[in-house]
């Protein structure tokens, strides 16, 4: 955005007038910089930049969950960055302490939780792991349960806090199958079941409406891992609204603004809607919260340090461009994935592996054989990320035998199971750019082998 240079010049004049207004101050020696090493220094940041990343910013790149951040956001962390306050405790960050607190509500008014404990974090993964933290404090010796298609990460934190985890299988389009998760249930063994609103593979939500009634009937905590599909309950005419609808009666949730709510990395987010499990976080730090009589941050958080810089970044866009200018974002994303989707149903070349529910669209060359669709995927694959004319970043995703099966696909099951394409149109400006990149990807199936 052209306006960006002009934003960053006023974030950085507006704090230079503020530090002038304190006492003045010779800046130590050891802070002097060689311009002539800057300047090769910078140099070599720039060609490292340039020559190892992928087009993160270009529509072109649908690969993997990557975007730039809004300028806006950029503007808000950089400016609040020459400050550089610590949202631990108030007197540390004390501007963007009470920041941090104001986009909290605002997502949890979002998700319609009537009242929240939480904060920013550095991502979903730490979010994630201090609900399953909660979640064992309050459920004492009894297990998780997670969708066989959730994050990865679940697993692994159930190790790292002495949990049982418990995978329940999927129907067929990729959700937690509820009587699964009803027979689970009835053994007493699990104390907290995580259910995700966009699973980071196919993008799908799994039925939390649903699980409500389990919740009820088994006494168990249920926690939502939204940290991909989250900002989605923006929008109210999606299939899966009821889920979304239903994440305000649940126990906690996470999501990750520095996905669909346009931030720079790492901004996440733990809210919990129950206040009083602030009493699982109890510690003291005499030399640090002293001047404030409510609970400051750190004394709600794992992390101690965290950036300041990230709470001002989305307070600046939320009061910029609102909840609206996000459902415009997330409205494109998804008209672009419907256009996609559209697309391969009448393809002859490619295969629509399932209807998309939110932005992510999966698919695979169109081949008698599970073997020549993960050969054909892996073709179109690297030969689309390492054309020198018109390149098409993608990603992809293997899935077993019966997956295909079960999604009505007739290919011979020669193997265990195949890779199949996988576009997450996470950019907005994907909406005019998916006919290109469809014909784009169809040239490239039609060229790999085993094609019809």
């Avoid at 459920?139 to 159930?158: E, I, K």
């Avoid at 109210?236 to 609204?241: Q, V, Y």
């Avoid at 907005?428 to 169809?442: G, I, K, N, Y």
Wanted: include cysteine; proline fraction near 6%; charge should be negative.
């Amino acid at each position: 955005m052209t306006e960006l240079p002009a934003w960053l010049r006023q974030g950085v004049d507006a704090i230079s007038a503020w530090q002038d207004s304190f006492a003045s101050f010779e800046t130590h020696p050891s802070q002097h910089v060689d311009p002539d090493a800057f300047k090769a220094g910078f140099e070599e940041l720039v060609d490292r930049l340039g020559a190892a990343n992928y087009p993160y910013f270009h529509p072109d790149y649908a690969g993997q969950m990557l975007k730039p951040p809004h300028p806006v956001a950029v503007a808000g962390y950089l400016t609040a960055m020459l400050v550089n306050p610590n949202n631990h405790a108030d007197d540390g960050g004390a501007a963007t302490s009470r920041m941090e607190r104001e986009v909290v509500a605002e997502l949890a008014a979002m998700f319609g939780l009537p009242q929240h404990l939480g904060h920013l974090t550095g991502g979903g993964t730490v979010a994630n792991l201090e609900a399953l933290f909660v979640a064992r404090e309050s459920h004492p010796g009894r297990g998780v349960a997670y969708s066989a298609d959730a994050h990865y990460t679940h697993a692994r934190m159930c190790h790292l806090l002495g949990l049982e985890a418990h995978p329940v299988p999927v129907d067929a389009a990729g959700r937690m199958s509820m009587p699964a998760l009803a027979e689970l249930l009835a053994t007493g063994a699990v104390g907290t079941v995580v259910l995700t609103a966009g699973t980071t593979g196919l993008g799908v939500v799994d039925p939390i409406d649903e699980a409500l009634a389990l919740r009820d009937r088994y006494g168990v905590r249920l926690h939502v891992d939204a940290a991909y599909g989250g900002f989605y309950t923006l929008l109210p005419d999606l299939a899966d609204a009821a889920a979304f609808r239903a994440i305000g009666r649940c126990d906690s949730v996470v999501v990750d603004p520095h996905k669909h709510g346009l931030q720079p990395y790492g901004c996440g987010a733990v809210l919990f809607a129950d206040p009083s499990v602030a009493r699982y976080y109890h510690h003291d730090s005499p030399y640090t919260y002293f001047t404030e009589s409510d609970l400051h941050l750190g004394e709600i958080s794992l992390e101690c340090s965290r950036p300041g810089a990230a709470a001002a970044a989305l307070w600046l866009t939320l009061r910029v461009l609102g909840t609206q200018g996000l459902r415009q974002v997330l409205a494109a994303n998804r008209r672009a994935a419907e256009g996609w989707a559209s697309l391969l149903a009448e393809s002859e070349a490619l295969t629509l592996y399932q209807e998309p529910a939110l932005d992510i669209v999966t698919y695979f060359p169109a081949r008698d054989t599970l073997s020549g669709v993960d050969a054909a995927t892996a073709h179109v694959l690297t030969r689309g990320m390492n054309a020198s004319r018109d390149p098409v970043f993608l990603s992809v995703l293997r899935m077993p035998a019966d997956a295909f099966a079960a999604r009505g696909h007739t290919v011979t099951a020669d193997a265990d199971g195949a890779r199949v394409l996988r576009s997450v149109l996470m950019k907005p400006e994907s909406e005019q750019r998916v006919p290109r990149l469809h014909e784009l990807v169809t040239g490239l199936a039609a060229g790999a082998p085993g094609a019809r």
